[in-house]
């Protein structure tokens, strides 16, 4: 049974071997160049990933959780969609070091569009890649190309948002010692916002989590928690499904 949960958790690293060892057997040629090939990337990876994690960590923690859903979040609408495109625009480097990046303001807010208009943006109209199609392509092929891009990333980032919600994502479960607010989940009561009002507010029809930099008073904490209707409100993984369990002067409610 371990050996067949192992080989589902890696169902994708056994398929390309699987692979490799047919390219072997039947175009040894292909399957040494494939091999060669794949040497390069991932010395490439090794050599630019440290730095991107690094650059991350230091975002993740330069940038407050409240300015990421106020500019990239559900409620940024234009200017989320403005700012996601020229983010991903003036990047640099290949389209794998965007994942970590991403992934940190998914955690911190950002809205599942605007993540597909950065990742996006980032594989297609970036600035380097835009100047060099210019110069071999000519400003008017350059120029089509990229509005016709734009229009089907818009496309296509707003059909992802309506098909994938951010919690269906498999984000990092570290996520969990964060407080959270489900906004799916959220019916825009405004009971947090009125117990709490120093982590809670209300922007549009729904309540956010406030980047206060203080410490959280457990005791609100929970019974803001144990309050919320809909059970939409999360800290260290506890919500109101657990509040019988729960004391309010528990540290980690």
Known sequence: MKI???????????????????????????????????VYYIKEMLMIMPVIFVLTALLDAWIPR????????????????????????????????????????????????????????WAVIKAPMLLNETKF???????????????????????TAKMVKKEEIPLDREDKSILQINRSACMGCTLCSKNYPETFEMRGSKAIVKDTGSTLDTVKLAKVIKDCPTNAITYNGINAALRDSVPNNDPKL
């Open 4 to 38: 067949l949960k192992k080989a589902k958790e890696n169902l994708f690293i056994i398929l390309i071997i699987l692979i490799y060892i047919v390219l072997f057997v039947f175009k040894q040629d292909m399957g040494l160049s494939s091999i060669k090939n794949s």
């Open 66 to 121: 409240g300015k990421i859903t106020k500019y990239l979040g559900e409620e940024s609408k234009s200017k989320g969609v403005i700012l996601s495109f020229v983010l991903g625009s003036i990047s640099a480097g290949p389209v794998y070091a965007a994942f970590p990046f991403c992934v940190m303001l998914l955690k911190k807010g950002a809205s599942v569009r605007n993540i597909v208009i950065i990742l996006s943006s």
């Open 137 to 159: 392509l000519g400003v008017k092929f350059m120029a089509v190309r990229w509005v016709l891009t734009v229009i089907a990333i818009m496309i296509f980032s707003w059909l």
